[in-house]
């Protein structure tokens, strides 16, 4: 198995490709095939972003992967109104849901529970194959909360979201 620790910091011509669905990219330890069926192992250092399309990796060998969003099973959520549509985004928020925004809808990750409750929001729901890329944060480091004393045990600086920037 070929081992991948490496994140590149610019695109590269890439070897071959990686299909990672949103899960898959959020992970820093991950066992995957690529396109071509290599089989890989990431090993990636712990508190950066979920890879995101187009993003990168370089293997032990030096050759170079590229990260491709592969298509899941979404809910796309649109509103009779602004307000509306707002107001759904905070109750998902308030669940800690992954959110992919745009001014006209949200995306989420299929859920039989969260349908249910934005219908009585008064939202229109619609399935759909696409891509998932949901907002990485104010933080951009992943999701923490403080237990006392341990906080040490992050190494990284937060790092701010970039607003405004959309892939």
């Not at 509103?79 to 998902?92: G, K, T, V």
Request: net charge negative; glycine share 8%.
């Amino acid at each position: 198995m070929l081992t991948v620790s490496e994140r590149l910091a610019s695109p590269q011509p890439a070897d071959d490709q990686l299909h990672l669905n949103y899960a898959q990219r959020s992970k820093v330890r991950l066992r995957c095939h690529s396109a071509e069926g290599v089989e890989l192992g990431l090993f990636l250092p712990r508190g950066q972003t979920a890879l995101a399309d187009g993003d990168c990796l370089r293997a032990n060998d030096g050759r170079i992967f590229q990260i491709v969003a592969a298509p899941e099973q979404l809910l796309e959520v649109t509103c009779a109104s602004p307000f509306e549509l707002m107001r759904a985004a905070y109750h998902l928020g308030n669940r800690h849901v992954p959110l992919q925004l745009s001014e006209h809808w949200l995306r989420l990750a299929e859920d039989s529970v969260l349908a249910h409750m934005l219908e009585q929001l008064g939202a229109q729901l619609r399935t759909l194959q696409a891509p998932f890329h949901p907002e990485a944060g104010a933080y951009g480091g992943g999701h923490h909360h403080s237990h006392g004393d341990d906080s040490a045990q992050f190494h990284y600086a937060p790092k701010l979201h970039q607003f405004g920037v959309r892939r």
